[in-house]
């Protein structure tokens, strides 16, 4: 198939891995993180770390959007859905993570909540126009690449002036998130996390295009290299963050020119514009609090903004005392490192939300490498 077989050829990967080992300097160690779940997914996979020189190290970072949203988010949804009585709506991972009380949406569809799982914020307003007698809300997570169709429903409900549907907006943005992690102590005072290049997400990138990464490369002299998703893709933007290390250079390369531009698709950034606005701040599960890393509802669209209509107001929650999710989404652990990985927290029983998406360090490493962490006994 086009575009997926050949990013996958055996014979290539081999080829890209000796260039790798060969270009790495003796002595130097190569710290990179991938920021989005798809490439910590696709790593895990496809075992691209066992073609790695040890001196490569891939640190995992906080672009997985179920694995970010803080418990008290969650607990706002839960909350309209057992004490408000509404339809809630939202994807399939968001209904699995783990929220106070030990709840999550799909506990509180148990308990009588009227829970659903859709495939796109379009299939919630669908449901709204099929029942016209319920208060029906869609729970939006997710990127840069998820806010496009929140923001054309949004207008569709204006337009039609459908009465009983809303959005609990919990559209993030990835640039400030960066942002942070390279201003964090682990980062730039500490040096408990070291990182000398991104590899760049894939998706984020086909709406924003590779601009918003200049500022990185200028401001922290880290180079960043947006990559796509299939394996081939992942082991040459390695080889291409090895070489700008190499060369002392810090700039924005585009391995994914197949689908990612510089100026990004416009008609979904002026679209998101015309429906969303900044957050002040916005609370990131791992992160904490960061300045201007979230949207909201613009308010020519409150009567469809469901924090205004049903007056919500948010409170934070602390994680699960044990749970070490807000320190491997920081990069500063592994998902080993956690004493409830692969024991109390599975993925069918997950303790936090980076063993609930499959884009989640923790459940990456579950499905394709816990096994390598058993020592291998001779008979």
């Not at 496009?148 to 429903?153: C, D, E, G, M």
């Not at 007056?311 to 080993?336: F, N, W």
Request: glycine content about 8%.
């Amino acid at each position: 198939m086009k575009y997926i077989a050949e990013y996958r050829d055996g014979e290539l990967a081999h080829h890209i891995a000796a260039r790798i080992a060969a270009e790495v300097r003796p002595g130097r160690n190569y710290r990179f993180m991938e920021f989005c779940g798809g490439h910590t997914h696709a790593m895990a996979r496809y075992g691209i770390e066992i073609f790695l020189p040890d001196s490569v190290r891939m640190i995992h970072g906080p672009g997985c959007p179920v694995c970010v949203l803080p418990i008290g988010r969650i607990d706002l949804a839960i909350r309209l859905a057992l004490e408000r009585g509404v339809m809630l709506c939202t994807y399939g991972d968001t209904m699995r993570v783990p929220a106070s009380e030990g709840l999550s949406l799909i506990q509180a569809k148990a308990r009588g909540a009227d829970v659903r799982m859709v495939y796109s914020a379009a299939d919630a307003l669908a449901l709204a126009d099929r029942h016209p007698e319920r208060e029906v809300v869609f729970l939006a997570i997710g990127f840069e690449t998820t806010t496009p169709p929140t923001a054309l429903v949004l207008r569709e409900a204006r337009e039609r002036a459908v009465p009983n549907f809303s959005v609990l907006c919990c559209h993030v943005l990835t640039p400030a998130a960066i942002t942070h992690i390279l201003e964090s102590a682990e980062v730039r005072q500490l040096g408990t996390v070291p990182i000398d290049g991104f590899i760049g997400p894939a998706h984020v990138s086909i709406v924003i295009g590779s601009q918003p990464y200049e500022h990185f490369a200028e401001e922290y002299r880290k180079p960043v290299v947006i990559t796509g998703f299939e394996p081939l893709d992942v082991m040459q933007g390695i080889l291409m963050l090895v070489r700008q290390v190499n060369a002392g250079r810090a700039e924005v390369e585009n391995e994914f020119s197949r689908a990612v531009t510089p100026e990004g698709n416009l008609a979904a950034q002026n679209l998101v514009s015309q429906v969303f606005e900044l957050r002040e701040s916005f609370e990131w599960r791992g992160l904490g609090d960061v300045p201007y890393s979230a949207l909201k509802i613009r308010p020519a669209f409150a009567a469809w903004d469901a924090e205004r209509k049903f007056a919500l107001q948010y409170t934070s929650v602390p994680d699960h005392r044990q749970c070490e999710c807000g320190a491997i989404l920081r990069g500063v652990k592994r998902p080993t490192d956690c004493k409830l990985f692969g024991t109390v927290c599975t993925p069918e029983s997950p303790m936090g939300s980076c063993m609930v998406s499959n884009e989640g360090a923790c459940a990456a490493h579950y499905a394709y490498g816990r096994f390598k962490d058993i020592p291998v006994v001779s008979a």
